[in-house]
């Protein structure tokens, strides 16, 4: 089980810069997949970005290429979100997710969930 908390959310004007956690919980954070999707009002989830549980092997969304940045700090069971560059569009509450499989898009194949955290980019 692995419980995740996401925090780092908040209101940006556009061209701004926000960073994202997600801690969670459990010895095995190690071993995940983790991801982060989003999900704008009235719209589907989507994929934002996954990065495999060493680290190196990363993927993201082309929406948010060249923008955003994730990482992870397996020594403190967080995963990181760099977000630069915001736009307007990029307004949504962020998710992260764990997957004990590969890097993938596909949100069926997270197993673990956050509460989510909202972020708004004003124009």
């Known amino acids: 089980q692995v419980q995740l908390v996401e925090s780092g959310g908040g209101l940006v004007q556009a061209g701004g810069s926000l960073r994202l956690s997600c801690a969670a919980s459990?010895?095995?954070?190690?071993?995940?997949?983790m991801g982060w999707f989003r999900q704008a009002p009235g719209k589907e989830r989507e994929f934002v970005a996954a990065m495999r549980r060493g680290g190196g092997t990363t993927d993201y969304a082309d929406s948010v290429k060249g923008r955003f940045t994730i990482s992870r700090d397996n020594t403190k069971n967080t995963v990181y979100l760099q977000m630069n560059s915001l736009k307007p569009e990029d307004t949504a509450v962020y998710y992260c997710?764990?997957?004990?499989?590969?890097?993938?898009?596909?949100?069926?194949?997270?197993?673990?969930w956050g509460q989510g955290t909202q972020v708004t980019v004003s124009s």
């Open positions: 997710a764990a997957n004990a499989g590969y890097v993938t898009k596909y949100h069926g194949a997270y197993e673990y």
């Open positions: 459990g010895r095995t954070f190690s071993t995940y997949t």
